[in-house]
C-alpha cells in the first residue's frame, strides 16, 4: 500500500510519525517506510518519465481514453449489472488474480494477488483493529476478475486504469488527458459541456463513472453486504 503525504507539517493527522530529513523518508506510525522512488527509479504514480513500461501504460491509455464512451459504459453496466457471470468465495477469487498483471500501473508489475495481501497486511499492520479495513484492502481489486473468461475476459483496457466521469467533459486533470480527443463523446455535444447529461448537484450516486473493475465491484458490494 503507497500512501502519497504532500504536507508532513500535518504530523499526526497525515499519519506520519516523523520526517527523517537525512534519508528523505516518511516513517508511518505502523513502522512502514514510505519510498520516493520505486524500483523503475521514478516517483510513485508519475505517468511521464520515459521509460519501456511507461511507454505501455500510456498505450494502455490512449486505448482507454478513446474507447470509454457513454454508450459503452451503459451497455457494461446492463450486462454486468445482471450479477450473474459467476458465484465463488473470496479467496477463489482472489486466486483468480494470480497471474493477473495491471498494465495501467507505473509502479507495480506483480501479479494482483500479492497486491491484494500487501494491501491487507499493510493495513492491518497500521490499523490491527480495524478488521473491516483489512476485508476491504483484500477486496479492493477484485473486479479485476472481469480479465478472466468465466467473467467475460474482458481487454485490460475496460477493467483496470483510473476512473473518470462520462456524460460530460473529460476534465484536464485526467492522466493522459490529450486521447480523449479521439473518444466520439470528446466531439458530441450532448456530452462535452461542463454538466454535459447531468445537473449540478445531482449527486455522485447518479453521475456514470468509466467502466471497470472499481464499477463491477460497487454493483457487486450491496448484495455481498447484506
Same mark, same amino acid.
Given at each position: ?13 497525515? $499519519? ?24 523503475? $527509479? ?14 505501455? =501504460? ?13 454508450? *459503452? ?13 459467476? %458465484? ?21 508489475? %506483480? &501479479?494482483?494477488? %500479492? ?10 499492520? /497500521? ?23 468465466? *467473467?467475460?475476459?474482458? &481487454? ?10 462520462? $456524460?460530460?467533459?473529460? /476534465? ?6 490529450? #486521447? ?17 447529461? #447531468?445537473? %449540478? ?5 447518479? =453521475? ?12 457487486? #458490494? &450491496?448484495?455481498?453486504?447484506?
Amino acid at each position: 500500500m503507497t500512501i502519497l503525504i504532500d504536507q508532513p507539517e500535518l504530523g499526526v493527522e497525515a $499519519g506520519v510519525n516523523k520526517l527523517d530529513n537525512a534519508d528523505n523518508e516518511l516513517v508511518l506510525d505502523g513502522g512502514f517506510v514510505v519510498p520516493q522512488t520505486n524500483s523503475f $527509479g521514478h516517483t510513485f504514480r508519475d505517468y511521464h518519465v520515459e521509460s519501456e513500461r511507461q511507454q505501455g =501504460v500510456e498505450n494502455f491509455y490512449r486505448t482507454n481514453h478513446i474507447n470509454q464512451t457513454s454508450d *459503452f459504459v451503459k451497455r457494461m453496466r446492463t450486462e454486468y449489472g445482471k450479477l450473474n457471470k459467476m %458465484e465463488m468465495g473470496i479467496w477463489e477469487c482472489c486466486e483468480l488474480l494470480n497471474d493477473v498483471i495491471d498494465e495501467s500501473d507505473p509502479d507495480l508489475d %506483480e &501479479p494482483q494477488i %500479492e497486491h491484494l495481501l500487501q494491501t491487507a497486511e499493510a493495513i492491518r499492520k /497500521d490499523y490491527p483493529n480495524e478488521d473491516w479495513m483489512h476485508l476491504t484492502g483484500l477486496i479492493h481489486d477484485l473486479g479485476k476478475v472481469l480479465l478472466h473468461p468465466g *467473467f467475460g475476459e474482458l &481487454p485490460q483496457w475496460a477493467v483496470v486504469g483510473d476512473t473518470f466521469p462520462v $456524460g460530460c467533459a473529460f /476534465d484536464k486533470s485526467i492522466v493522459h488527458h490529450k #486521447y480523449f480527443e479521439e473518444n466520439p463523446d470528446y466531439h458530441n455535444s450532448d456530452y462535452n459541456t461542463k454538466y454535459g447529461v #447531468y445537473s %449540478e448537484g445531482c449527486g455522485l450516486n447518479n =453521475v456514470m463513472m468509466s467502466w471497470g473493475h472499481d464499477d463491477y465491484m460497487y454493483l457487486v #458490494y &450491496p448484495p455481498l453486504c447484506v
